[in-house]
Each structure stands twice: as structure tokens, then as C-alpha cells.
């Protein structure tokens, strides 16, 4: 189904799908403005492409040590990979672990769980960005952020799921990160969501529109700068 999907029996078109998504991350997530704070410092940090010691966001924070740990425990268990010493290598959607969704900030070479995360975390950290992605289809696609505008083909197209907020939050990666990718065109697109009927297709343009979206209701305290 193009430009819509399912849920509960009604259609939705695209502005629809993107306004139940959001509103089931929000119900996820459900974390005030410290809570929010911190984990755009945690995504600031770990863009830096080193594993990141858990002691240095309280750090940046200006707060105490217990206080970050408790913030840690907040976050769902399959939502963070550590090394052996403790250290984050992945942190809802940014990854210093290889994946297909190749993600370049400031010369930094990092990994995303899905293709909308490669969307809302450079928007959200106002970085710069190159993507680069094999679709389901092992075709390519390239493209780039540029002080927060698209620069690439507009034939790009991304798959989407709705879930509910309760999976969402019991495992985000399992039930929405690996729905989500990037197809260099529609026709592409179709044929692999053809077969997989809880998927829609939506285009670059829109996907945008729900990275920025995205962005504003579940990190509402934070201003790019």
C-alpha cells in the first residue's frame, strides 16, 4: 500500500502515519527534559566514534555519577549495547557497530540501527551528514544531509511500520529499526514491501517530514545549535 497503511482496520494516509508513529515513540519513551537532555548529549558524545564511558555524560551534565546511572537504567536494556568494560557502543539508533546503514558526521565514520535514524540524529545534533545504505534489494543508495536539507535523488523512497508504544519500548530494533530502509526508487520499494503487508512506502521528502517531527515532539527541551 503506497503512501498508507493499516491500523485498526482504518487507512491512514502519510501525515496520519507519521502523527501515530510519533505519538507511540512518545508513549515509549515517556522520559521529562533532564531525561531528554542527556540523551542528546549521550548522541553528541558517541558521534565522536569512540566508545563512550557512561561517567562522562554525568559529566557533561554537571551531575552526579549516580544520577547518570540512573538515567542508563531508564533507557530499555536492547536500546544500548556496551563493550565488556562498560563503555556504550550503540545508543537508540547510533551505533559504533557496523550495520548496512553507513552514517558520516565530521568525518566520522558511524552506524545507524535503521535508515530513519541516519535522518533524525544529524537533524537533531545540526550536523552535517552523508548516508550511505543497501537496501533490502542489495542496491545502494547515497545521499546527504546539508545544514538540514536533503541533497540527493527524490526518487529515494523508505519503508515504514507502525507498532504500538509497548513494543516499541520492549524492543525498538527488533519491531521498527529493521522495517525501516532506504530504496532507491519507488518501483524497488514496492516489490519488497509486496511482500512484507505491514509495511508502507513513504518518500524522502516525507521522511524528513518525520525526522523533523520526530525531533520536536520527543526532544522538545532541545535547540539545535
Known amino acids: 500500500m503506497n503512501q498508507a497503511s493499516v491500523l485498526n482496520n482504518e487507512i491512514l494516509n502519510t501525515d496520519q502515519l507519521i ?17 531528554q537532555k542527556a540523551m542528546v548529549t549521550i548522541y553528541r558524545l558517541l558521534a565522536e ?9 554525568a559529566k557533561e551534565q554537571k551531575i552526579p555519577g549516580f544520577l547518570g546511572r540512573h538515567l542508563m537504567r531508564l533507557i530499555p536494556k536492547k536500546a544500548v549495547d556496551y563493550d565488556d568494560n562498560g563503555n556504550v557502543l550503540a545508543f537508540v539508533g547510533l551505533s559504533l557497530n557496523e550495520t548496512v546503514h553507513q552514517l558520516t558526521m565530521e568525518s566520522k565514520v558511524l552506524y545507524t540501527w535503521c535508515g530513519f535514524d541516519s535522518l533524525f540524529i544529524p537533524l537533531l545534533l545540526g550536523k552535517d551528514a552523508e548516508i550511505s545504505t543497501i537496501s533490502p534489494n542489495d542496491e545502494s543508495v547515497s545521499f546527504s544531509l546539508i545544514k538540514g ?16 508504544a509497548h513494543a516499541m519500548r520492549k524492543d525498538v530494533r ?14 524497488s520499494g514496492t516489490r519488497y514491501i509486496e511482500q512484507n503487508d505491514d509495511l508502507t512506502l513513504v518518500s524522502i521528502k516525507d521522511a524528513l517530514k518525520l525526522a523533523h517531527r520526530w525531533n520536536n515532539v520527543l526532544f522538545p527541551y532541545h535547540k539545535v545549535k
Open 19 to 35: 502523527e501515530q508513529i510519533v505519538d507511540s515513540a512518545e508513549k515509549g519513551q515517556s522520559i521529562g527534559k533532564w531525561s
Open 49 to 57: 566514534g569512540k566508545p563512550l564511558n557512561p561517567r562522562l555524560v
Open 149 to 164: 536539507e536533503f541533497k540527493g535523488s527524490e526518487d529515494i523512497v523508505m519503508s515504514l511500520v507502525f507498532v504500538s
Open 174 to 187: 527488533a519491531v521498527f529499526c529493521h522495517n525501516v530502509n532506504f530504496f532507491p526508487n519507488r518501483e
